[in-house]
């Protein structure tokens, strides 16, 4: 298998990265990247704005937060498809990370009020693509900043994290409403114009079939227009593989995706640094 040289070199120098990737967040339109120093064991901002940095291969748990208090994963321990460890997710989220993406009760068995909570179910337009997404009512349009969605409006409430789930996977595959996109083609979008008499149409159409299908009445149209990015592109950002340098000059942020220019547009997912190591130095 191919491996390029500045991966081949992180593998041999990343035990030495200094900053561990703590949580990639939005507030508003403001995105944040926090790390944890290991060498200081402060808990500090990331500027990703100068864009000149190495990133591991390397995942282990990123611990959690006990109010503004970070306490460390106890056993450092390596992490694939989520950033804790079950033990420290256990402490601070959820018992079961699976439940993530299906719940297997309303409540009933883990008494967490996350899954007994009201979730809404969403329908999220990247220019005229639409998906249909669940998300808690109380945190609807971050979940939609985070997605890079230029446009979203709720389409149902549900009384628990589950019933909006089931509720999700019977829609998706009745209407063929799809519940995710590759990356590379959302990507696409960010090099023209936000089609808005599109997207209308498209949502008019939708808000008809839900109607008659399932008597759901879609809440109003909303635009998210301000990420700190100026668009459209002149061309697509090419996506680039997470370990690896990154170097060039900073363009913009819109959702999960960092663009930089280097000999054209690149695009990093900044949702996949979050348990991974960085470095600014040059080894």
Known sequence: MFRRADQLLIEQMQDKFPLHVLEYYWEGFE?????????????????????????????????????????KCPK????????????????????????????????????????????VLYLAFYDTRAKIGMSSSRRVERRLVEQGADAFAIIGSFGSRK???????????????????????????????????????????????????????AEELNWLEEYPIDLPLAHAPQLRETPGSHRGEFVGIKGKWMIYESSGYKALNLSDLPARYLSRDKF
Do not use: W
């Not at 591991?56 to 109010?67: A, L, M, N, Q």
């Not at 950033?83 to 601070?92: F, R």
């Not at 409540?107 to 967490?112: A, H, N, R, W, Y």
């Open 76 to 119: 450092n321990a390596p992490v694939t498809t989520f950033g804790q460890c079950p033990e420290c997710s256990k402490e601070s989220f959820i018992p079961f990370q699976e439940c993530v993406f299906d719940p297997k009760c309303d409540g009933e068995i883990c008494d967490l009020p996350f899954c007994k909570r009201e979730h």
């Open 31 to 71: 995105p944040s990247l926090t790390c944890l120093d290991v060498t200081s064991d402060e808990v500090l901002d990331f500027d990703f704005e100068d864009v000149g940095f190495l990133v591991s291969e390397k995942r282990t748990c990123v611990g959690y937060f006990d109010g503004d208090n970070y306490i």
């Open 163 to 217: 019933k909006a789930r089931e509720a999700e996977k019977d829609i998706s595959a009745k209407l063929r409403i799809p519940q995710a996109f590759k990356q590379e083609m959302l990507l696409q979008c960010l090099s023209k114009p936000v089609n808005r008499n599109g997207i209308e149409e498209k949502f008019k159409g939708l808000s008809v079939s839900l109607r008659e299908s399932y008597e759901l009445e």
